[in-house]
C-alpha cells in the first residue's frame, strides 16, 4: 500500500464508499500545520475546531483554506467585539474615576481639610458685616474722642462710605 499513488487510493477509497480525502476547499492540514499557518498553538486549534470555529474532518485534519478563511470571518468578529468592549472600557474607566473623585471628597471632608462652601460663605458674609458696622462707627468714636464738629464728623463719615463703595464696586 506504500507504493500507491494518491490518485490510486482516491480510487480505491471511491470503490470501497469512503469519502474522498482532499475535500474541495484544498489541502487537508493536521493541526500542527495550521497553527503554523494560523499563528496559534496546535492546542488552540483543536480547541477552536471544538468550538465550531475551524471546520474538521471525522479524522481530525482541517481542510487549509476553509480553516484560514474561517479564522479570519472569526478573527474579524472578534475584532468588531473588542471595538465595542473598549467602549464599553472607557465607559467604566470614566465611571471609576468619578467614583473615585467623589471619595476623595468625602475623605477630605471628613479629615477636615475640605469645608462646605455655603457654610464659608456666611461666615464670609458675618465676619464683612461685622466689619462694615465697626469702620461706620469709626467717624464718631473719633469725633467723641477729639471734639469734633458735627461738619467734620459728616466729611469724614462721608470719605468712610465712598471709599466702602469703591470696594464693593471693584469685587
Do not use: C
Not at 474538521?56 to 484560514?68: E, G, H, I, Q, W
Not at 461666615?123 to 467717624?139: F, K, Q, Y
Amino acid at each position: 500500500m506504500e507504493n500507491l499513488t494518491e490518485t490510486e487510493l482516491a480510487e480505491i477509497d471511491a470503490l470501497v464508499g469512503l469519502p474522498e480525502t482532499t475535500p474541495e476547499g484544498g489541502d487537508l492540514v493536521d493541526a500542527a500545520d495550521l497553527s503554523e499557518w494560523l499563528g496559534l498553538t496546535p492546542n488552540r486549534v483543536s480547541a477552536l475546531a471544538r468550538e465550531g470555529v475551524l471546520p474538521r474532518t471525522p479524522d481530525k485534519l482541517f481542510p487549509l483554506k476553509a480553516a484560514v478563511r474561517s479564522y479570519a470571518d472569526h478573527a474579524r468578529a472578534g475584532a468588531t467585539g473588542r471595538r465595542v468592549d473598549s467602549e464599553l472600557a472607557a465607559e467604566k474607566l470614566r465611571a471609576a474615576k468619578a467614583t473615585a473623585e467623589k471619595l476623595e471628597i468625602q475623605n477630605a471632608k471628613a479629615r477636615g481639610e475640605l469645608l462646605d462652601g455655603k457654610q464659608v460663605a456666611n461666615e464670609w458674609r458675618s465676619i464683612i458685616t461685622d466689619l462694615r458696622a465697626a469702620v461706620l462707627a469709626v467717624p464718631s468714636r473719633v469725633a467723641g474722642r477729639m471734639g469734633l464738629d458735627r461738619a467734620t464728623t459728616a466729611a469724614l463719615d462721608s470719605e468712610i462710605r465712598d471709599s466702602m463703595e469703591t470696594i464693593a464696586d471693584d469685587h
